[in-house]
């Protein structure tokens, strides 16, 4: 995985890319494949834009990968998704620690089989020490159900007297979430047309900015991650604030 050349922008990149990785379904349904077959091309998307994310000099990208939402899919398609995750853990982790790419996982560990487990505390061990990119996989993850983990936590530290009630702000409330450590998404991407959040990084993608494009995720690559950026550079970032 070599860096790709520099890149003439007139704006910096974003420093943290969020992408819902959609439309792997409905590439393989156009082509007559099984829907295994979109994700499995959905695999060399993930490798593609890690790439182009080292060549733009992005800093985090996270990737939502299984939402806890999916888990209501066919029982014989999370089995071939868990198959595929063992696979690109197995395949992938020597290459991503090799390019100085750190991997994290949020989501809710607890469904999923002990050996993934496994290979994803070894993989985030293993690249614990990279800084060149942080990739976050958003795994059995949704945002609903991580911000009550982090109002259940305070709650627990309010009745224990471990926190006044009167502190609790913006700045606690983010410490307490899966991405207390992370920063907030600058540019979240949507794949395959589709315009919504889909109960991904609701908290933090308050500022965001979004773009939707009707490319389906296994044809996503450096070029179009190369145009979102560029689209990015030329919004005006105002945070709420009025135009002067």
């Not at 007139?10 to 819902?20: K, S, V, W």
């Not at 299984?66 to 982790?93: C, H, Q, T």
């Not at 502190?167 to 979430?177: C, H, S, V």
Request: aromatic share 8%.
């Amino acid at each position: 995985m070599e860096p790709l050349p520099a890149h003439s922008t007139t704006g910096l990149p974003p420093r943290h890319i969020a992408i819902i990785m959609d439309g792997n379904g409905r590439w393989a349904k156009s082509r007559g494949l099984p829907r295994t077959e979109g994700h499995r091309r959905g695999i060399g998307s993930v490798r593609k834009t890690v790439q182009a994310a080292i060549g733009l000099g992005v800093s985090y990208l996270t990737l939502y990968g299984f939402s806890s939402e999916n888990w209501n899919r066919p029982a014989g398609e999370v089995k071939d998704l868990m198959g595929l995750l063992r696979i690109y853990l197995r395949r992938e982790v020597a290459d991503l620690h090799k390019n100085g790419v750190r991997l994290r996982f949020i989501g809710d560990r607890s469904r999923l089989a002990p050996d993934i487990v496994r290979l994803i505390e070894d993989s985030e061990e293993i690249t614990r020490r990279n800084s060149r990119l942080t990739l976050v996989i958003a795994l059995s993850y949704g945002s609903r159900d991580e911000i009550l983990f982090a109002v259940r936590g305070l709650m627990r530290e309010a009745a224990e007297g471990r926190i006044d009630p009167a502190d609790i702000d913006e700045a606690a409330f983010a410490k307490r979430l899966l991405t207390a450590d992370i920063p907030d998404p600058d540019l979240i991407i949507r794949t395959s047309g589709e315009q919504r959040l889909s109960n991904f990084l609701l908290w933090q993608s308050a500022y965001a900015e979004m773009i939707f494009t009707r490319c389906l995720w296994p044809d996503f690559g450096e070029d179009e991650l190369r145009a979102a950026v560029s689209e990015f550079q030329t919004r005006d970032r105002r945070y709420g604030a009025a135009v002067g």
